[in-house]
């Protein structure tokens, strides 16, 4: 990368002064990443993961609902009643409240009889939705794990690129010291000194 390049990149004017700083990359350090662990973090907490998984459960609460359908219910009610009737003139409020008071009790069996192929229909579509909500988690895993794999991978190299930019840097740098201290004893031409430093500046840049 040139300077050219590099105002470009940061979207700098071309006639733009740049003072580049020294960067000390010997001491850069990082933390090694286990691409297992950092592979299974993610399937425990990537939202399309849990998404699919969520779907796999309303799915299943759905199978139940339909199966439900298929066995005989028990309804137990009660009711209590009165009337009241502004054209009495004899008894009060109260007391015809109290005299019509009514209650009631009810007990009903449902047996499901002629709605089972209906029902059986919906149990079906039920765990049909089941197999395709797991086969939806399989696929959103199956596509994590590669998206996982990839950025490790990214990783990596950018870690070896940064590693060999910094050897690069420091090469550089030695020989450019050697050709300063080179030149001043009349070993070297000014030339020989201009590639030099060019080639330093070169890997300052290229370890930005």
């Known amino acids: ?11 700098f004017p071309l006639d733009t002064a740049l003072n580049l700083k020294e960067v000390d990359l010997s001491s850069f350090t990082s933390k090694p ?20 998984q969520n779907q796999i459960k309303k799915s299943e609460i759905s199978l139940k609902m339909a199966q439900s359908a298929l066995y005989p219910t028990l309804s137990l009610g009660a009711n209590i009643g009165s009337t009241y009737s502004t ?15 009514s209650y009631g009790t009810s007990l009903n069996l449902n047996i499901p009889i002629f709605n089972q192929l209906q029902t059986k229909m919906k149990v079906k579509a039920a765990k049909i ?42 090469s550089n ?29 070169n890997a300052v840049i290229l370890g930005m």
């Open 33 to 52: 990443i286990d691409k297992n662990e950092l592979k299974n973090n993610t399937l425990l907490s990537y939202p399309p993961i849990l998404q699919a």
């Open 129 to 170: 939705n089941i197999e395709k909500a797991a086969l939806n988690l399989e696929i959103e895993q199956q596509k994590t794990e590669k998206i996982v794999i990839q950025s490790y991978n990214n990783f990596v190299a950018s870690q070896k690129k940064l590693e060999a930019s910094a050897s690069a840097l420091y």
């Open 87 to 101: 054209f009495n003139k004899i008894f009060d409020l109260k007391t015809q409240v109290e005299n019509n008071l």
């Open 1 to 11: 990368m040139n300077w050219v390049d590099l105002k470009q990149l940061l979207n």
């Open 173 to 201: 740098e030695m020989n450019f010291k050697n050709d300063k201290i080179k030149y001043e004893l009349g070993k070297i031409t000014g030339q020989e000194l201009n590639i030099s430093k060019t080639n330093f500046f």
